[in-house]
């Protein structure tokens, strides 16, 4: 930070380009290019986190009253901003490892939906991601039916795997899908940075954002350009994405070992969420006795805007359950207390618990206990 400052000289006494410091998009624009996601750092939006990324591109694409398709379940933060905005919701069912792509189209078709909102890799809170092919007939319905698709990518680079997953954008022709992404859940939310990449609403998103926001810290601008252009950020991601994977197969054997039987756990492949679905769980139950002994939790219920997901709860992975000296950390002590509060808040009367255990579609989309 102090590098970066001190180089910029007397400029730090002035407003920020409110579309983002030229230094910073060519970093992010080189820095994606890394993946195979090739971009021009003009093109580029620089905004005050990924929720106001994804605000400004839902202003922009919507106007109140509008209806937006969204994954069900859906990150809860996203549910409050829409409901926020007076947006209408659109629940599109989560089947096996997708979205039901046969169901958005109709709505398409009839004009139920004036535009989407998704996570494609690691979404919160089921930790799943979108098949290439699911991605790419994503970015095909949006040009065909001339429907804006924003996309919330913040999870984009926590994958587990080798190679990273590619985001809707990539298969992207026709400038419908609005980009999003930040350095929150990577290096720091308190740098309060994000971007947009907003395809052919550049004019109107630059607009919004001249008329809207002065622009985004100057100082944090140029640190986290300097640390993305000395390839400082490329290896503590490296890093972190190896930290992030061996701790959601710690979360994983610990939940499997101490759950009932029937329970399904989510196998994510990036991000820091397992998503759980317990059958019987009384889920409301469990998120209050939680919340009295300083647990945070989310039941299920938290993540739509139907009443589905009462058997379901998810589960924070980022934090390790062992310390450096191998002792167990708060976290570990936190999981170990949320599998005691979770078996006694289990419906034992059968037809209670089917009841309770509601899906969309009929199935669920997670795997079975392993």
Not at 110 to 134: D, K, W
Not at 165 to 185: A, E, F, H, N, T
Not at 228 to 242: D, P
Not at 348 to 367: F, Y
Request: aromatic residues 8%.
């Amino acid at each position: 930070m102090r590098r970066a400052t001190r180089e910029a000289g007397a400029s730090m006494h002035g407003y920020p380009v409110s579309s983002g410091e030229p230094l910073l998009r060519s970093a992010l624009s080189a820095h994606f290019a890394s993946y195979d996601l090739h971009f021009s750092a003009n093109e580029l939006v620089v905004t005050n986190g990924c929720m106001d990324a994804v605000r400004t591109a839902i202003a922009i694409t919507t106007k109140p009253g509008d209806a937006v398709a969204i994954s069900s379940p859906c990150y809860n933060g996203l549910l409050n901003l829409l409901a926020l905005m007076g947006r209408k919701v659109v629940e599109i069912p989560t089947v096996g490892n997708g979205l039901d792509l046969a169901q958005l189209e109709r709505y398409m078709q009839q004009g139920l939906v004036q535009a989407g909102l998704f996570s494609s890799s690691h979404m919160n809170p089921t930790g799943v991601s979108l098949s290439s092919e699911q991605k790419e007939s994503l970015a095909v319905l949006a040009g065909k039916y001339r429907i804006p698709i924003v996309e919330d990518d913040v999870y984009l680079e926590l994958g587990f795997q080798r190679s990273l997953p590619m985001p809707v954008r990539y298969w992207d022709r026709s400038g419908y899908v609005l980009w999003c992404g930040s350095i929150s859940k990577t290096l720091s939310a308190g740098y309060r940075l994000g971007w947009c990449l907003p395809g052919r609403y550049r004019k109107q998103y630059e607009r919004y954002r001249f008329t809207e926001s002065f622009g985004v810290s100057l100082p944090v601008q140029l640190a986290v350009a300097d640390f993305i252009g000395t390839n400082q950020y490329s290896r503590h991601v490296q890093g972190l994405r190896q930290k992030l994977a061996l701790q959601a197969a710690s979360y994983r054997n610990y939940l499997s070992s101490n759950l009932p039987d029937e329970s399904r756990i989510s196998d994510p492949h990036g991000g820091m969420v397992i998503w759980l679905q317990i059958p019987g769980l009384d889920s409301r139950s469990l998120c209050r006795l939680a919340s009295e002994e300083n647990i945070a939790l989310l039941g299920g219920a938290d993540f739509s805007t139907l009443d589905l997901y009462g058997d379901c709860v998810r589960v924070n992975c980022g934090w390790p359950l062992e310390g450096k000296g191998g002792g167990k950390t708060e976290a570990g002590f936190q999981l170990e207390r949320f599998i005691k509060l979770t078996h006694s808040c289990l419906v034992l009367d059968t037809q209670c618990a089917e009841i309770n255990r509601q899906k969309i579609g009929g199935e669920s989309p997670l795997p079975g206990k392993v």
